[in-house]
């Protein structure tokens, strides 16, 4: 039986509730820019050595809370792993983005993708899950999460990362229907994933789409957009997820937040090329916004960092349903000092904003 | 003396005056999808030495206009020419991207950076543009060009390409003064730049803003937009390029069309992620408004290029002042034949559109 939630400050803000100040947790907060991490990946031999074995991941996903006070942790692992659960054998070159051994290229390669077995293949996640949450002791809420089925299918039939990722485009604009049904098989495949993150203890979810941003408003309606609805409605009709809240970020899809917001989704993660006043003003107080610092700011000095996210911070305002995040993954050139700075002045001026 | 033009179609829309159809050229329409380009390529020896010698710029600036009925010529050249004049040392090493041998890092290199000599240094550039004009004779207006003072930037103070120019936007964090002195000294030389270009017959003219788009909305404003404002006043102010067409391009920038289109500019180059349609309404018909049919599309098939091409012009709608083109450059693996489908599908859609 998992310890009482202390710190619900993360999962109020998704609610849109009143908190004492503004939560925060920073994208890819359990990384390299952490000399703890890399002492751990080093011992695990790999990034995916690290990933699959639940004891490893749960000590990365541990130590940044263990030096900050983050309101909540994020499950280590990585958005791909559903394609490599498929057998499209997953690796990452040193240095180098995520590969792909066994690219999926044509209508036989997509018709033998299966969701993968959450108690089989993917086991190894929801022991980390339930190992983080037994580890956590309450301290603060557990988030899982996946790709989205159209990020997840950028790399599957590119084989590797990509500046345009024309192949999968190219499938999309000459064989869409061999495109749908990739996808639609991996929103049931992420959908069943994230159920069972829940179901073995995640506390909310949250679902990446990298890559949603590189399509023109019509395509991104139709390939990206869509599977994320899908997967959020088979949350909500699911006993052990339909109480938690699902956050989407879409990058670079500024363009798309009150579409997105009509997914159902509690919160949207956004990066920070969009203003959060115009953000909110968009989406009408219908879901609560979570982001969006430049993560080069981290690299600048503590005044200015503490400036810029009280910016972030002013420009939504004080009004329920801000989780403070950076707008996209942290860096691995990052002083950890700098991350202090930043949980310290946005806990700080928070409290300041709510008039406390 | 140069001939008349013969071909009006992008400098009236650009006027937004009407036209007998949607004219169309192509970003990197001198490129290496091109057979004939690249055998000039080989010919010159390297990229820059294709830049920089007038027969060659001129040989495959004209070579798209030799397959396909393109408005417009562009000036083949590069966008980092200034910095390259400015004595930092560009290179394009085989498939990589730019590089300078002498990057810009501290306050004295930026003191030592003066406005090149147009007449000197970037002659080669004020000779290409006569002889291009004069082998024109006057079949299509040439567009001469820049990189904006924020995009030289990024990569002056980078030394290459990166993901997030990081060392440059730390820059304008923690030494403001110092990227200002940069961007304003920067500004005065493209303005300069542009001025010659102008002089010597280019008949419109564009700022390349390649990474604009990854400033969040404040740091865009300060230090992207208002360097290109700048530039586009002191074109105003200039009588060798007061009549010209001015159009800025800043790629991932759809939150800004409205202040871009503020400042005086002629026309806006739009990537593929905006609808036509909501830029048009945020521009309130005071700018024109060039684009964005997404490049990887001329990877599709010849109906796929046609649909989606009807769909970009139908965004737009029976107005004047839309210049087709892509939302980004044309890529080296587009099939030259696809791009004469598309050519020739803009021009007979454009006259279905005007009722013609």
């Not at 559903?82 to 044509?106: C, K, W, Y």
């Not at 090329?273 to 909110?280: E, I, Q, V």
């Amino acid at each position: 039986m998992p310890d009482v939630l202390k710190n619900d400050r993360f999962l109020r803000a998704l609610r849109r509730e009143p908190t004492d100040t503004t939560p925060i947790w920073v994208m890819r907060q359990a990384g390299r820019y952490l000399p703890e991490y890399r002492a751990t990946r080093e011992r695990a031999g790999s990034f995916m050595g690290l990933a699959q074995h639940p004891e490893y991941a749960c000590e990365v996903t541990l130590q940044p809370l263990q030096r900050f006070e983050l309101d909540a942790a994020i499950l280590f692992s990585d958005i791909l792993t559903i394609p490599d659960a498929m057998g499209l054998g997953l690796s990452f070159a040193a240095g180098e983005g995520p590969q792909f051994a066994r690219p999926v290229r044509n209508a036989a390669d997509i018709a033998r993708l299966a969701v993968p077995d959450m108690d089989g293949e993917l086991r190894y996640v929801m022991d980390a899950v339930r190992l983080i949450r037994q580890e956590l002791h309450g301290r603060v809420p557990l988030i899982g999460f996946s790709g989205s089925p159209w990020t997840l299918a950028c790399y599957m039939v590119e084989g590797q990362g990509s500046k345009d990722f024309a192949t999968l485009k190219t499938m999309c604009w000459n064989e869409p229907e061999l495109a749908h049904q990739l996808l639609d098989t991996l929103a049931r495949a992420v959908a069943t994933y994230l159920i069972a993150q829940a179901a073995a203890g995640a506390q909310a979810l949250m679902v990446f789409d990298t890559w949603g941003g590189m399509l023109g408003p019509a395509p991104f309606r139709e390939f990206s957009l869509r599977y994320m609805a899908q997967i959020v409605a088979a949350l909500k009709a699911d006993p052990a997820s339909r109480e938690l809240p699902v956050i989407l970020f879409s990058k670079g899809a500024g363009a798309h937040v009150a579409a997105l917001a009509d997914t159902g989704c509690a919160g949207l993660g956004l990066d920070w090329t969009m203003d959060l006043a115009d953000a909110r003003r968009m989406v009408g107080g219908r879901v609560a916004l979570q982001g969006n610092l430049d993560p080069a700011i981290l690299r600048a000095s503590p005044e200015v960092i503490r400036r810029q996210a009280r910016v972030v911070m002013d420009s939504y305002g004080n009004h329920p349903g801000h989780v403070f995040n950076l707008g996209h993954g942290i860096t691995p050139d990052v002083a950890p000092g700098h991350v202090q700075v930043l949980v310290d002045e946005v806990h700080a001026y928070g409290r300041t904003l709510r008039g406390g």
